[in-house]
Every structure is written in C-alpha cells, then in structure tokens.
C-alpha cells in the first residue's frame, strides 16, 4: 500500500524494500566471493566461447545468480539461432 | 546429566550477543535448568556486568585454562535463581590466551553437571569466534533488522556452515515493529528470506534492556515486559517446546502477527 502511494507522490520508496534489494546483491557477491564487476566479464567470455560452436543472439543472452535457500546458483539462458537461418542467409 | 553446549555470535559488534547469552541463561535457569554462562570475550569482558555478577569475580576462563584455579573455583553463582553460574572472561589477556580445544576440553568438564552451557562469542570472524563455536551443539546467530548487521551474519552462517556446526538458527534482536509497519525497517520475513536459516526468536526493542543493563539484573527477571517474553520464549524453544511466534501478539500487535505468517525461511 505505501509503495502504491509512494508512486503516486512520485516519493522514493521505503527505505525497508531499498535495505532489501541492496542487501540481497551483497549478499550474493559475498556469498561467492564474485566482485560485481567480475559477472560482466564472466558474461563476454561465455559468449565469446559458446559463439564458436554455435550461433547465439549475444544480446539476447541473460546471466544470473539466483538463490535457493543458502546456495547460489548461475544461471544463463542462452536463446540459439534457428539453424536454417544460417544455411538461407 | 549431559549438558547441551549453545553458542551465541554475530559477526557485527553491538547487536545484543551478551544481551541474549544473559537472558536466555537467566531464563532456562528460572525454568530450573542447571545453566552456566561462559564468556568467552576475552579482553573485552562484558556478561559479568550485564548479570550483576562483576563485583565478584576472583578468577576467570584464562585462570582455568592456564591451572591457576580450579573449575569449580571460578565459576560464580548468581543467587537470583537456583543454579545459574557465571564463568567470566579475563580482561587483561587477549583471544590467543584460549584455543579451540581448550574450549572443547573446558566443555567437556562441564557437561556432566550442567543441562546447558551458554558460551558469549567476542565480534569478529576470528581466534575469538573460532574459540566460541568450537565445542557448540548448537549456534545461535544474533542480528539486527539493519543492512550492515544482517551482512554480517550472513557470513557468520556460512562459517558456522564450514566449520561443520550447522545450520545456524537465528534470533533478530531489536526490532521495532512501528518501523517495521512503515516499511522503514526490514521485517522478519525480510530477513529470514535473505539469510535462509531457521528462526530461533525475535526480540523486540526494548527499553527495559537498558534499564536492566543499568542495574545488572537481565529483563527475564524483571516481571512483565516485551524483551524479556521474547527471551524466555527463545529458553522454551531450546528445550524443545514448540511455543508459536504468535505469542507475541497480546503485547506486539501487528508484530506478533506478522510473526505469525513468516515464521519459517520457506
């Protein structure tokens, strides 16, 4: 209910669910002792290989942490090129 | 008689570990347990004035572990229950005086007679907190609804985790529902869905910790008051009742039934 009328006052939103979001970050990158900065470069070279087998949309691809109960867990999805394309074009 | 040995730690210094170490001791002893309090804080010594007991000390954990005293000879009695005893820390060493298994044999000696022995961990992630969780049954983490706080214990659990002493159980001290209410402070089920472990209790802000501080006597002890039902909850739950979080609700209003609805991580 505050969120919806924060939004309409154009307010920030509270303080509770920006301590939430951040510490859920933090949280990751502790947990895998992965600095924030290390996932974009983890995300080229997983392009850069899977690229030379197969023919991938690199902007379609998404790479994440997720959590499950305690652990972490990478997860890519990787949407492929349909084959034919490739033989017509 | 085989004492359970509990360990409470944090990570983050200030959260209230000596706090619940006192009043959980204070009140599984009221329940008539047998119950010793061992701070292991060594340096920084702090349960002997939150229990009352600082004016009496003679000898300490060191003074046992080095021979200079007998167990029995530094364990102080507090004579406000029947059989709480306090074992307090030296002040004039620092951690390295202690190792993990002097703890464990420490421990050991004591579990024949005690039905528990509660064991205060300094702040930090190191020869301290090692020295603590070493001969714990059970570890118990301290937090507090705020960013840096549950960090902190985060990382605790996973070391409880690597030292094999898991799965941590976890106590959130110093909640202010009305905070909570305005979504200005992380509620319960915030944070157990951030750090994912079981929740032993949850302690609200209370003034009467303070007061309590002021005269040495722990808030289980002091007639009615919020903090001192949390704790005594947090005692009946280590004793394997199954008291509902809800218990609350007569005192906390919407607190204790926010409690209600998010008392388990999943």
């Known amino acids: ?58 902007n379609a691809v998404r790479i994440e942490m997720t959590q499950e109960g305690r652990e972490q867990r990478l997860v890519a999805d990787i949407p492929l090129r349909p084959a034919q394309r490739r033989r017509t074009g | 008689m085989t004492g359970k040995v509990i360990t409470f730690t944090s990570g983050k210094g200030g959260v209230g570990k000596t706090t619940a170490t006192a009043n959980v001791g204070a009140a599984l002893a009221s329940a008539g347990n047998k119950v010793v309090c061992i701070d292991a804080d060594i340096g920084l010594r702090n349960l002997d004035v939150i229990l009352g007991l600082e004016n009496r000390i003679v000898y300490d954990l060191v003074d046992i572990i080095e021979g200079r005293c007998r167990l029995r000879q530094a364990m102080i009695r507090d004579k406000r229950v029947p059989e709480l005893y306090l074992i307090p820390a030296a002040q004039t060493r620092d951690k390295s005086a202690v190792s993990p298994s002097d703890m464990i044999r420490l421990c050991d000696e004591l579990r024949p007679e005690f039905d528990w022995i509660l064991i205060d961990s300094p702040a930090g992630i190191e020869r301290g907190f090692r020295n603590a969780v070493a001969p714990a049954d059970i570890v118990v983490v301290v937090t507090n609804p705020e960013v840096s706080a549950v960090r902190d214990a985060d990382r605790i659990i996973g070391l409880v985790e690597s030292e094999e002493k898991g799965p941590a159980r976890l106590v959130i001290n110093r909640i ?53 039902q949390a704790f005594i909850n947090i005692a009946r739950r280590l004793n394997g009742e199954e008291v509902p979080f809800m218990a609350m609700e007569e005192e906390g209003g919407i607190f204790g039934r926010m409690a209600r609805w998010f008392r388990r991580p999943q």
């Open chain 1, 1 to 58: 209910m505050s969120s919806f009328l924060d939004r309409l006052l154009h307010r920030e939103p509270n303080s509770a669910g920006q301590a939430k979001e951040r510490l859920k970050l933090v949280l990751i990158h502790d947990r895998t002792d992965l600095a924030p900065g290390m996932m974009d470069a983890l995300k080229d070279e997983i392009i850069a290989v899977i690229s030379r087998h197969i023919d991938i949309d690199p």
């Open chain 2, 176 to 228: 202010k529902p009305d905070m909570v209410k305005r979504g200005e402070m992380l509620s319960v089920d915030d944070v157990l869905e951030l750090l994912a472990i079981e929740l032993l209790g949850m302690v609200p802000d209370d003034e009467t910790i303070i007061t309590g501080a002021n005269r040495g006597t722990p808030v289980v002890l002091n007639g009615k008051n919020k903090a001192g």
